[in-house]
């Protein structure tokens, strides 16, 4: 569930926990302020829900793994309004606060992706919001991140954490030794599995 709905069935409908004793009369006001801030309103607006610092690390994570097919990406169909997915928000138990989640982060780490280039830049604010882009031979529409109110927030609020995060994976655990430390020693533990698999080709995966 992403605050852009300020029907009860919406999130009764979305609630993945606590199915008996869910009270969403935050989510409900989280909402409601979401949709009716201006630009300039939008960032306080947010940090009465949501940690910004936190919010901004999770998405320099999110664009470095490149998450096509997470929280920033909108889908939009015919008969079904434009939603993102692949998260949990989950609700503290003693405020009304929200914290963000990943889940299912099998599309990662692909330079391209199957949408081509009709995703924009999460942080873009001048996107197209008006005309979506159609996404080739599918039934459905990418609606620009920079046209959510979250997104806008958190683009209009402090970024130095946000930059930071990234210059800290570069540094530690994405760096090119990193990675490739991380990639040879994964590849060791599994090359002789690999090896015995009859439904794999060793040099198709090690490619």
Same mark, same amino acid.
């Given at each position: 569930a992403w605050p852009v709905n300020v029907s009860k069935s919406y999130y009764d409908e979305h609630l993945k926990t606590n199915e008996d004793v869910a009270d969403h009369s935050a989510f409900v006001a989280f909402a409601k302020q979401m949709i009716l801030a201006s630009d300039t309103t939008l960032p306080q607006t947010l940090k009465k829900w949501m940690d910004m610092d936190y919010l901004q690390?999770? %998405?320099?994570?999110? +664009?470095?793994?490149?998450? *096509?097919? $997470?929280?920033?990406?909108?889908?939009?169909?015919?008969?079904?309004?434009?939603?993102?997915?692949?998260?949990?928000?989950?609700?503290?138990?003693?405020?009304?606060?929200?914290?963000?989640?990943?889940?299912? %982060?099998?599309?990662? +780490?692909?330079?391209?992706? *199957?949408? $081509?280039?009709?995703?924009?830049?999460?942080?873009?604010?001048?996107?197209?919001?008006?005309?979506i882009p159609f996404v080739p031979g599918e039934d459905h529409f990418i609606k620009p991140a920079g046209c959510d109110q979250t997104f806008r927030a958190i683009v209009q609020s402090d970024r130095k954490p946000y930059y930071n995060a990234l210059k800290e994976l570069l540094e530690t655990s994405m760096s090119e030794k990193s990675m490739l430390d991380k990639i040879n020693k994964l590849t060791e533990l599994l090359e002789p599995y690999i090896e015995a698999d009859p439904f794999i080709e060793p040099d198709e995966w090690l490619a």
């Open positions: 690390k999770y %998405l320099a994570v999110d +664009f470095a793994i490149a998450n *096509w097919d $997470g929280v920033t990406t909108f889908y939009c169909g015919a008969n079904w309004p434009c939603v993102n997915h692949n998260f949990y928000l989950y609700q503290e138990e003693k405020r009304p606060f929200f914290w963000i989640i990943p889940w299912d %982060l099998e599309a990662t +780490f692909n330079v391209g992706h *199957w949408f $081509g280039n009709n995703i924009e830049p999460w942080d873009n604010l001048n996107a197209v919001c008006e005309d």
